[in-house]
């Protein structure tokens, strides 16, 4: 049986098409790991067998750092201790125009 030109091409086209659909796949998982407060490369663990039912379990059921941060945040704010929320913005003067702008029109 001779080889099809158009059955070559169209395995190139799956072959490329599936690498990107496996990159996006990674790439999504990667920032909701990133958003839960884990690291993103935790994700990778998804392409391990086996390994990756057990992350899934434990991103199901363990308290996400991001949600401990907000649970300290509220107590701080409970108890009156430290600052809440955080006062890190700085107070400046008002901006001064240099060199100052004089009136277009004459004085009278």
């Not at 059921?61 to 941060?69: C, G, H, L, S």
């Amino acid at each position: 049986m001779p080889y099809n030109s158009a059955a070559g091409g169209l395995i190139a086209f799956l072959v490329i098409f599936y690498i990107a659909i496996f990159v996006f796949f990674i790439y999504v998982w990667w920032r909701i790991f990133a958003k839960a407060g884990y690291s993103g490369a935790r994700s990778l663990w998804l392409l391990v067998p086996i390994a990756n039912v057990i992350i899934i379990i434990m991103f199901a059921f363990a308290e996400w750092p991001i949600y401990r941060e907000l649970n300290q945040l509220r107590q701080m704010a409970r108890s009156g201790s430290g600052q809440y929320p955080p006062q890190s913005v700085q107070q400046y003067p008002p901006q001064q125009q240099y060199p100052p702008q004089q009136s277009q029109y004459p004085q009278q």
